[in-house]
């Protein structure tokens, strides 16, 4: 835009210019020696020798009277001149119910919600010669390696994730004056009110209910880790149920002439969508960088024993480009540049007709079928309805000639969220108030519920597969071949070389929905405490929050510890979200422990219980779309579909 810009700032300078040289020479007297027809006037014009004095001419004399007269006729021509030109409305101003100048309208600039994009890097550059710029010309030094960091054992403290101190958050929020004390608060931060917008951050202690933190319990030890990530900070998806950026900036620039905003609204005449589709973000990069950095430092120690074993450690992610970029990105920061040789990445496929634990939606027909695995969006819009009411009205009076929705109101919050994570802040967040932030984040917390955890009937079963790997892993066991009922990828899995049995470190890498389903099909059922969610209201004391479980980069570690205290012996499991401990008594036989802590077999066989009990057929393809309805008919808070009256498991 500066270019341009400058070029046409360039164009009206030259053009100036000419006009003006142009002006100049017509004035002066033109002789041309060549010319027989010069008259003796133009020679004397330019002549420098003396000529004879030409007479003097009279001064015209002008009474005030005449220049009253004059002043008067030339205002009366240019009113009517204007008059006929443009009407009476070049006589009229537009009415304001503000009285500060800053809040006058201004025109919308016919750009306003186009699309932005900066292609980098150039197809074919140049000036790149990658034969001249090697990336290794030997002469590397002494490099002599240390031990290997064990954190998660040796420090006295654990270290915490605050979020994201390269993105700028507003300095106010909203206008509202009785939010004015709460926004002042310190222990407010509106990064944690984004639901699966947000980025990620340590759970305080006793998030879920625990007086515990992630470190290694006392008489314990790490003995392996099986490590749960989702992507980091991503453009908007392509699709979005209830709102959805992309849409709200095209509706925006096709009506970008009849339209203007003042106030807190002013920026949006000039606005332009910036963001892309569904690739990771720079921020979103980072994320994942930091995350291998920080798992490397807490449990770097478990590599000794693939060097004793003479392995090295295989990764999973899918193909999604995002999908495949969190990964390479957690493998930089944990293994450093280059990792050729340290570690091998699995690839599953992302797409129709591929069985795939990271992405089981893809074969399982009813989490495609919008009016069960979309139940969302119902209580989403009840919510909005009722926290964006008012916002909406505010809103309005700030915008003339484009009629808001409370649909484009909720796209403005979601607007804050991905710009920031984007380009690092964004004007939106600056129009809602505290409480409107966390209207969006429970808005969120209904959406997720109701489509990927404990509300939604296709929740546990698309989690089944991964819980099925992760009893494999535990048992040191493939699958049998008749226990391949989910989505589980047999032609992978029954492959000790794809899918590896014997590791002390294991990393998957998937979305936030399977990151909830996962969850559910876990039975952690302290999560769904104060389910089913209100749409009316949000519930106090509230268990189940997307921003605690599944933002951006969200991370769960499932960690193997051998105990050997009177009361604790054995191989034992916990699972910590966000570095939070979950309680597991929602899995039977686990104990209620201070830690967080079940056997291993006990953990193990109650899963395989809960297994037997989750039908793929039924879930995935059986019709109940009536009986779920719409709304508030019906409700789980397991995750299960809803069982035929013949079925003999319930």
């Given at each position: ?9 360039n ?7 000419t ?6 020479e017509?004035l002066?007297?033109t ?5 027989n ?5 133009d ?13 003097t001419l009279?001064?015209p004399?002008f009474?005030?009277l005449?220049l ?11 009113v009517?001149?204007?008059?006929v030109?443009?009407?009476?409305s070049?006589f009229g101003m537009k ?25 980098f890097p150039?197809?074919?550059p140049?000036?790149?010669f ?9 002469y590397a030094?002494?490099?002599p ?6 954190l998660i054992a040796?420090?006295?403290?654990y270290?915490?994730h ?8 507003p ?22 009110h984004w ?9 305080e ?12 319990p ?31 900036a095209?509706?925006l620039?096709k ?7 003042k106030?807190?609204?002013a ?15 720079p ?5 994942l960088?930091?995350?291998?950095i920080?798992?490397r ?7 000794k ?10 990764f999973?992610?899918e193909?999604q480009?995002r999908?495949l970029h969190?990964?390479?990105?957690f493998?930089i920061g ?21 069985n795939?634990?990271?992405a089981?939606y893809?074969?399982c ?16 819009e009840?919510?909005a309805?009722?926290?964006l ?10 915008l ?6 409370v649909?484009?109101?909720?796209t403005?919050q ?9 380009i ?7 129009l ?8 969006f ?8 519920w109701?489509n ?35 989505s589980?990828?047999?032609?992978l899995?029954d ?12 990393v998957?890498a998937t ?5 909830l ?5 876990l039975?952690?059922?302290s ?17 189940f ?13 499932f960690?193997?510890l ?8 054995g ?5 910590i ?5 979950v ?6 036989g686990?104990?209620s422990?201070?830690?967080?802590l079940?056997?291993v077999?006990?953990f193990?066989k109650a899963?395989?219980?809960i297994?037997?009990?989750t039908?793929?057929?039924w879930?995935?393809?059986g ?15 397991t995750g ?5 009256e013949?079925?003999s498991?319930?």
């Amino acid at each position: 835009m500066g270019v341009e810009r400058g070029q046409y700032a360039n164009s009206t300078y030259d053009d100036e210019h000419t006009d003006a040289g142009a002006e100049h020479e017509a004035l002066l007297p033109t002789f041309n020696p060549n010319n027989n027809n010069n008259n003796n006037n133009d020679k004397a014009a330019i002549d420098p020798t003396p000529s004879k004095r030409l007479p003097t001419l009279t001064q015209p004399k002008f009474t005030i009277l005449h220049l009253l007269v004059a002043f008067t006729v030339g205002i009366s021509g240019c009113v009517l001149a204007q008059y006929v030109l443009c009407g009476p409305s070049c006589f009229g101003m537009k009415e304001s119910t503000s009285t500060s100048g800053t809040d006058a309208f201004a025109l919308a600039n016919p750009d306003a919600g186009s699309t932005q994009i900066h292609a980098f890097p150039p197809p074919s550059p140049t000036n790149a010669f990658p034969s001249l710029f090697p990336t290794n010309v030997g002469y590397a030094g002494g490099t002599p390696t240390g031990a290997e960091p064990a954190l998660i054992a040796t420090a006295p403290q654990y270290p915490i994730h605050t979020g994201a101190a390269q993105l700028v958050k507003p300095e106010t929020l909203g206008d509202k004056g009785n939010d004015k004390k709460k926004e002042k608060g310190v222990s407010w931060d509106l990064f944690k009110h984004w639901g699966n917008l947000a980025p990620w951050y340590s759970n305080e202690r006793g998030t879920f209910g625990l007086d515990s933190g992630p470190g290694t319990p006392d008489t314990c030890r790490v003995t392996g880790l099986h490590f749960l990530h989702r992507h980091g900070a991503r453009y908007p998806t392509a699709w979005a149920s209830f709102g959805g950026p992309a849409d709200f900036a095209g509706r925006l620039h096709k009506v970008a002439d009849d339209w203007t905003a003042k106030g807190n609204l002013a920026f949006m005449n000039d606005w332009t969508y910036k963001l892309g589709e569904e690739l990771l973000t720079p921020f979103g990069r980072q994320q994942l960088y930091d995350l291998g950095i920080s798992m490397r430092l807490k449990y770097g120690f478990l590599l000794k024993n693939f060097t004793e074993t003479n392995t090295i450690p295989v990764f999973r992610t899918e193909s999604q480009d995002r999908m495949l970029h969190s990964a390479l990105n957690f493998a930089i920061g944990f293994f450093g540049y280059p990792f050729e040789g340290q570690y091998q990445q699995s690839i599953t496929i992302e797409a129709d007709g591929f069985n795939n634990t990271l992405a089981p939606y893809d074969t399982c027909h009813n989490a495609r079928h919008r009016p069960i695995s979309d139940r969302g969006k119902w209580y989403v819009e009840q919510w909005a309805n009722i926290y964006l009411n008012d916002t909406r009205e505010r809103l309005q009076s700030q915008l003339e000639g484009y009629d808001l929705s409370v649909e484009d109101v909720y796209t403005m919050q979601q607007m804050c969220a991905y710009e920031t994570v984007a380009i690092g802040y964004s004007k939106f967040c600056e129009l809602f108030t505290q409480s409107e932030w966390e209207g969006f984040d429970y808005s969120l917390d209904l959406y997720f519920w109701y489509n990927s955890a404990f509300g939604s009937p296709v929740a546990r079963v698309q989690g089944a597969g991964w819980v099925q790997e992760f009893i494999a892993r535990l048992e040191h066991k493939p699958i049998a071949p008749h226990e391949h009922r989910f989505s589980t990828n047999y032609t992978l899995d029954d492959s000790e070389i794809t899918f590896p049995l014997n590791q002390s470190l294991y990393v998957d890498a998937t979305h936030e929905v399977v990151v909830l389903n996962i969850l559910t099909a876990l039975n952690l059922s302290s999560l769904a405490a104060n389910g089913p969610l209100p749409y009316d209201r949000i519930p106090e004391n509230q268990s189940f929050k997307v921003s605690q479980l599944a933002p951006f980069a969200t991370n769960i570690q499932f960690q193997i510890l051998e105990c050997s205290s009177p009361s604790i012996s054995g191989e034992q499991v916990r699972i910590i979200v966000n570095d939070a401990p979950v309680p597991l008594t929602g899995i039977r036989g686990c104990p209620s422990q201070a830690d967080g802590l079940c056997p291993v077999d006990t953990f193990v066989k109650a899963q395989k219980e809960i297994l037997e009990k989750t039908s793929w057929e039924w879930d995935c393809f059986g019709d109940y779309e009536n009986v779920v309805g719409v709304g508030d008919e019906w409700e789980t808070v397991t995750g299960d579909a809803p069982r035929p009256e013949s079925d003999s498991r319930i």
